[in-house]
C-alpha cells in the first residue's frame, strides 16, 4: 500500500500481501500504533514496510514478512531509520534505538490468518507503552470522551 502524506494507521493488521518491489505491506511515510504486520512479502527489499519519509512504529508487531534478504529485521523496516518504541521486531539488532523493543517471537496462533490472533504466553501480552496509545478522538467507545485512551484490541497493549 502506498501514498502520499503521512497517516496514523491504528489498531491495524496487514497480512499476507504482496509487493513487486518493495514494501509488502506498507510503502511511504505513517505512524504505525498498536498494529500487527505479519506475512507480508516484497520481491527486492521491506517485506513489511519500505520507509520513504518519517515512519513511527509504536506498541506494534512486525513479524515472518520477507524479501530478498531472507526475514531479517531490514526485512521487516527498510529504505530508512524508523522511529521505533515499545514493538516486537523480528531480527531486532537495537540498531534503531527506542525504548522498550525486542525480537522476540511474538507466538501468533497462525500467521496465515488475518486475525493474528497471540498465544496465551506471548511476550507481547502486555508490553507496549500506555503513554504511546493514541486518544479516543472518534469516540470509538461511544461513551462521548474523546480525552482518554483509546480502547484496545490489538497488539502490544500496553494495559
Avoid at 531490514?74 to 523480528?90: E, K, M, R, T
Avoid at 537495537?94 to 504466553?121: K, Y
Amino acid at each position: 500500500m502506498g501514498w502520499s502524506g503521512s497517516p496514523e494507521l491504528i489498531e491495524c493488521v496487514f497480512a499476507a500481501n504482496t509487493a513487486e518491489e518493495s514494501g509488502g505491506a506498507l510503502w511511504g511515510e505513517a505512524s504505525l500504533a498498536n498494529c500487527s504486520l505479519a506475512g507480508n512479502t516484497a520481491t527486492l527489499s521491506g517485506g513489511g514496510v519500505f520507509v520513504a519519509g518519517a515512519v513511527t512504529v509504536a506498541n506494534s508487531i512486525l513479524w515472518e514478512n520477507a524479501d530478498a534478504n531472507g526475514n531479517l529485521e531490514s526485512s521487516q523496516l527498510a529504505g530508512g531509520v524508523p522511529d521505533v518504541a515499545f514493538s516486537c521486531i523480528q531480527g531486532w539488532t537495537g540498531g534503531w534505538g527506542g525504548a522498550g523493543n525486542h525480537g522476540l517471537n511474538p507466538q501468533f496462533v497462525e500467521i496465515g490468518s488475518r486475525q493474528l490472533q497471540l498465544r496465551p504466553n506471548s511476550p507481547c501480552i502486555d508490553a507496549g507503552s500506555n503513554s504511546l496509545v493514541p486518544p479516543d478522538l472518534d469516540d470509538l467507545d461511544s461513551d462521548a470522551d474523546t480525552a482518554e485512551m483509546l480502547p484496545l484490541t490489538g497488539s502490544m497493549s500496553g494495559v
